[in-house]
């Protein structure tokens, strides 16, 4: 027990040593001199608290904050001094604003516990005491034999022992991990493949002997046995294997990057803000305790006769009576720090986080799936993000490839309803312009081939012709890597192809999704891939089975770019076929249509396929004796094996002659290249971060629209060493400089990546800002994370977001300031770990630009609006000072100190920061530019917030000394000839400073709805009854009644309802003329996309108002000041946009809360 506290804490490390030795089924030696090494079980953590450390770790991290640990430390001192105020007026709305912020926080990590309980709590089977033993994914060793069967995912860190294959092998995917759908082979040692039983394997002695646990999940243990934890077993019955790690020490976790408290930008902007409002507040007190020190030199003031001093109060030091004063009005001013605002911003966040999930734009009707918000903390960053970092496979793409057009001599030819169509007008063809491929015509005469004649050919051009049609489809059927599952044939290749009966009978699983659509299309064709089996190949042809020997495989890398099979043909013939890129492949070839080839190849990389080139070489009996004899000797060498068998490929593959092209389309999910657009109007801009091969990566890049054809595409890969990778970078560098093209694309692959952080992260990064658009291929998830990283941390501090769709992304879904997970094909691990979670690539436009946009703006006046108001609410207080001595008597009753934030003025903003739409939803998605007006945190800048400031200051000013020079000097203004005492003048400066901050944050309004009028006018009414109810009675229960009647006898003056009409227009007048003027002379872009929209087929202003054509010049000026403020009666129009709208017809959000009819204007 007391080792698993210390691990928890940090101080055990599990083990020390720099290997790990495994006794598999934990046989241990039986000497009693061995002492097992101690491993970690096999639970995966992801939530952030326990039990025991969540009440210290959240306070702890709450009181980070300024307000949070100020009015700590005030509410302690209430306790130890005596003071103008109670502490229950620090205390109370500490204590509640810390329990919400727990509660919320508390909620947001038990979801993630039920997530690791949901799969810490996966049964698996276990191997133990002779048989399967059925327990919790949790409950495996480092050790453990356990048995996977197909479509499960590996709990653990599996060394492979045998599968139900003779050979040992098993086809697994990883698309969570490195998001590559591709098929994996994985094959175990020989020693352990023939223990394909439980009985076997308990028998089975044995020790691994391996590397400690490390990250890269491009370094595997041995060759091709290691199977990592969230990978998929597929075309496999079952594989039994050992763990080696486990829990937080498997691949996937180390990848994983710890969660820490995401902090927005707004928020750090309030604790600045709050810094330097605590200064203000320091220097009121200091200025007040010495100001009554310099008063109180003169005698009389020091003691005056009706305010004698105690014998203890004269003897007490000086230096303490000086620090008890400072502290005192410290306290008496302590109001002017918002406390209430964390409590408002909570609140707002957390009520506004579900318009996300409301909003029926972003709900996806295929898979009935609706925006997620796991963390309302980062509501406002949506509106502030300049880089998008996004995963490719299964967020850019659907994940599904489809066979699209090829080239088969020279000729171009579509598919359409599984038939090759050829491109060209033709004699028989009924539009002119196509006819269909008879390549297998001389097999069977089946009703959809034309006949020979449409292609204008003799017959013994026709006979050539077939004859490569023939190959074509027979390459593209041979030369591949492609398992089968779930073989039943009969019935298959008959005759043509229809899609509704080869899904359920041919599975196929490719090592490549490129190599499944084509062997896929091969066989709507008519060319049916049937097996492998052993080293045979079967291929039906028009319901002809033919077998063909499969001799060697010459595997595809990444500098050959190529594949190639060499097989032998039933009639003995043996034939290389080649496959790869056409910069490879067409270099090698002597023969075929190479010029129309790459022509057509280009158009269809135009289009934004992804092309292939297939090439033939018929062997002779002597050539293949001498591959024969040089591929053997390069795989058996000892030495240098990887040069002799480059050596070996490139004598092998030459001389080629070429078959054609085919063009695979890894199609797009909806609206990506238009969302990509808008994300580069509105000045973000966007990177790739991808696990998938360079060729793939750059090829989705183009059709997606990230990278332009006009670009000016560099690369960084394949680099060796750092002085190599210098040396790229500087030339790169010097390319920008010199070309004179508008932009660049980068291209980078992982390991080129590692070599340029290590030196030289400055030059990488000024390539980087230079290009326009960053491609990152290879990249391991801690790679992500790591360039995430560097933009973060680089001097211009941009705020990050990361999309992604596999367990590969969260790394970098938690490092970026936003992550937003995919709610994809591959599993929901980014979606639980992200900060939203959207079902498509699409949705981000509508979340940034829309929901982002209203966030940030209405977060950015609830937070300045708050400081104004407290401003308002303190300055008076400090101004009276002066006129008591600095007595450090308070102005206002205490009552009215405890519920001025709580009740009088809280609801209008909060209504405000949750419906406030100062422009529409529909305009700010249709105009991305309009996203720049707020980025780099503009509405917070320090010049708004001055602004603010000092427009508080000056109201307070108003409203204190307008009361003392319309009050002070006639004091009988009651009917009775009854005097104003202390607490009416305080009244009455409260009464003017709630008037006129209720009626600011009316001016602020754009969007009224009837809550807003009901909290807005409500607040002031509410201010006057409960005035006029806690005046009028005599509270048994108050130890004075300083408010009895008082504000019956304010209210019965009429002077003093001149007096607030005449201060509260006195403190917004000038503030709506700067309005106008800003407005007019000085406009945003949003300003003017509010205009744009009153000269629209609505007719209206940004506030909704409608005037009619015979407006007098006084209307004109009415106009200008609700163009300002942004007024309208409900009587003349009602929001809601109607069918005939020209905005987005079909949008559902719940953003557009009431109905705009056009006919109504």
Not at 281 to 300: C, F, N
Not at 470 to 482: G, I, M, N, Q, R
Not at 502 to 519: C, G, I, M, R
Not at 1008 to 1025: K, P, R
Request: aromatic residues 12%.
């Amino acid at each position: 027990m007391w080792r698993w506290v210390r691990q928890q804490l940090g101080f055990d490390p599990p083990h020390q040593s720099d290997t790990r030795t495994i006794y598999i089924a934990n046989r241990f030696p039986l000497n009693g001199l061995y002492t097992p090494q101690k491993f970690i079980d096999n639970r995966i953590i992801s939530s952030k608290y326990t039990v025991w450390n969540f009440v210290p770790k959240n306070l702890f991290e709450q009181f980070r904050r300024v307000a949070n640990f100020y009015f700590l430390i005030i509410f302690l001192v209430q306790l130890m001094i005596d003071t103008p105020t109670s502490p229950i007026t620090s205390g109370l709305p500490l204590f509640f604003v810390i329990t919400v912020t727990a509660i919320k926080q508390g909620y947001e990590d038990w979801l993630r516990h039920n997530s690791d309980n949901e799969v810490n709590g996966a049964p698996v089977y276990v191997v133990r005491s002779g048989g399967l033993v059925k327990t919790r994914s949790k409950n495996i060793r480092v050790g453990d034999i356990v048995r996977i069967a197909k479509d499960e995912i590996f709990p653990a860190d599996l060394v492979l022992l045998s599968s139900d294959r003779p050979d040992g092998s098993c086809h697994i995917t990883t698309a969570s991990l490195d998001g590559e759908t591709n098929l994996k082979t994985h094959v175990a040692v020989p020693e352990t493949t023939v223990l394909r039983t439980v009985a076997n394997l308990d028998t089975l002695v044995a020790v691994i002997e391996c590397q400690q646990p490390e990250a890269d999940l491009y370094r595997p243990l041995g060759p091709e046995s290691l199977l990592l934890r969230g990978a998929r077993l597929k075309n496999t019955k079952e594989i039994f294997g050992v763990a080696v790690y486990t829990g937080m020490e498997t691949k996937m976790a180390l990848n994983y990057k710890s969660k820490s408290q995401k902090r927005s930008t707004v928020e750090k902007s309030m604790n600045t803000f709050l810094i330097i409002y605590l200064i203000i507040l320091i220097s009121e007190a200091i200025i007040s305790t010495i100001l009554k020190y310099t008063w109180q030199t003169e005698e009389k003031w020091d003691e005056p006769w009706y305010n004698q001093k105690t014998e203890h109060q004269r003897n007490s030091s000086k230096i303490l009576r000086f620090i008890s004063d400072f502290l005192a009005f410290l306290v008496l001013y302590n109001f002017i720090i918002p406390i209430s605002l964390y409590v408002t911003v909570e609140m707002q966040k957390f009520l506004g986080s579900f318009f996300i999930g409301w909003d029926l734009d972003l709900y996806h009707e295929e898979s009935g799936q609706k925006a997620q918000v796991n963390t309302s903390d980062l509501n406002e960053e949506l509106g502030q993000v300049e880089y998008v970092f996004t995963d490719k496979t299964g967020t850019l793409t659907e994940n599904e490839m489809q066979f699209r057009e090829c080239s088969i001599n020279g000729i171009k030819y579509q598919e359409i309803n599984g038939r090759l169509v050829s491109e060209g007008p033709t004699p028989d063809s009924s539009d002119g312009n196509l006819s269909y491929l008879s390549s297998f015509s001389h097999l069977n005469n089946l009703p959809h081939l034309t006949s020979s004649s449409s292609f204008g050919t003799s017959p013994e051009n026709e006979t050539q012709l077939i004859k490569e049609h023939d190959l074509f489809f027979k390459a593209v059927s041979l030369c591949h890597t492609v398992q089968i599952s779930n073989v039943q044939t009969d019935g298959i290749g008959d005759g043509p192809w229809q899609a509704s009966l080869a899904p359920s009978q041919l599975e196929y699983y490719a090592s490549s999704p490129d190599e499944k659509a084509l062997v896929e299309a091969a066989a709507r064709i008519g060319v049916v891939f049937i097996g492998s089996y052993e080293e045979t190949m079967e291929v039906k042809i028009l319901g002809k089975l033919e077998q063909y020997k499969l001799l060697h495989i010459l595997e595809f890398d990444s500098d050959r770019r190529r594949m190639s099979v060499i097989v032998q043909a039933p009639s003995g013939e043996k034939f290389l076929f080649a496959k790869g890129a056409e910069s490879s492949i067409l270099p090698t070839c002597i023969g075929g249509e190479i010029e129309k080839t790459r022509i057509h190849v280009d158009e269809f990389a135009l289009k934004g396929l992804r092309t292939l080139c297939m090439a033939y070489r018929q062997l002779t009996s002597k050539e293949y004796e001498v591959i024969n004899r040089r591929l053997f000797e390069a795989r058996t060498a000892l030495q240098q094996r990887e040069e002799k068998l480059a050596n070996a490929f490139q004598f092998i593959e030459k001389d080629l002659i070429l078959l054609g092209a085919t063009a695979v389309e890894d199609r797009l999910q909806d609206k990506v290249r238009e969302t990509i657009e808008a994300l580069r109007m509105a000045g973000i801009k966007v990177w790739v971060l991808t696990g998938d091969k360079h060729e793939t990566a750059v090829s989705v890049s183009l059709s997606c629209g990230h990278f332009h054809r006009t670009m000016n595409i560099l690369e960084l890969i394949n680099q060796k060493s750092d002085n190599e990778c210098a040396e790229q970078l500087r030339q790169l560098a010097r390319r920008i400089t010199e070309d004179h093209v508008i932009q660049h694309g980068l291209v980078v692959d992982g390991t080129s990546l590692s070599l340029a952080l290590r030196e030289h992260e400055k030059l990488f990064m000024d390539v980087c800002r230079n290009c326009s658009a960053v491609l990152c291929c290879r990249m391991a998830p801690l790679q992500k994370a790591k360039v995430i990283r560097l933009i973060k941390i680089s001097p211009e501090k941009p705020i990050t977001l990361a999309v992604g769709d596999g367990a590969n992304d969260v790394s970098m879904i938690q490092e970026a300031h936003v992550g937003i997970g995919i709610m994809g094909k591959e599993g929901r691990q980014a979606a639980r770990n992200s900060d939203y979670a959207i079902a498509r690539f699409k949705f981000l436009s509508k979340l940034l630009f829309v929901h982002g946009h209203f966030y940030y703006i209405r977060i950015a006046t609830l937070v300045q609006y708050f400081f104004y108001k407290n401003v308002c609410f303190i300055t008076p207080q400090f101004l009276y000072q002066f006129y008591c001595l600095f007595s450090q008597q308070t102005l206002y009753d205490s009552v009215y100190l405890t519920l001025y934030n709580i009740c009088f003025t809280s609801l209008p903003i909060l209504i405000y920061s949750l419906l406030e739409q100062h422009i529409n939803p529909h305009v700010l998605q249709n105009k991305p530019t309009l996203y720049r007006d707020i980025s780099k945190n503009r509405q917070l800048s320090m010049t708004n917030f001055l602004y603010w400031t000092i427009l508080g200051f000056s109201h307070a000013f108003i409203f204190f000394f307008g009361s003392y020079f319309l009050m002070g000097k006639d004091t009988s203004l009651l009917g009775n000839g009854q005097m104003f005492g202390n607490w009416t003048f305080g009244s009455l400066v409260f009464t003017v400073m709630l008037i006129t901050v209720t009626v600011k944050m009316a001016l602020e309004t754009h969007f009224w709805t009837w809550i807003n009028h009901f909290v807005t006018w409500g607040s002031i009414i509410f201010y006057f009854v409960f005035s006029l109810f806690y005046g009028g009675i005599l509270w048994p229960f108050s130890d004075s009644q300083n408010m009895y009647f008082v504000f019956f006898q304010l209210l019965s003056s009429g002077s003093v309802w001149f007096a607030i009409i005449l201060m509260v227009v006195m403190c917004l007048f000038l503030d709506i003329v700067k309005k106008v003027f800003d407005r007019h002379f000085h406009p945003t872009n949003t300003e003017k996309a509010q205009l744009t929209e009153t000269n629209s087929s609505i007719k209206c202003l940004d506030s909704m108002c409608c005037f009619s054509e015979g407006e007098t010049a006084c209307a004109s000026v009415g106009r200008m000041l609700e163009r300002v403020i942004g007024r309208c009666s409900p009587t003349h129009v009602s929001r809601l946009w109607s069918a005939s709208d020209p905005f987005y017809t079909n949008d559902r959000s719940i953003l557009t809360l009431s109905t705009m009819d056009s006919s109504t204007c």
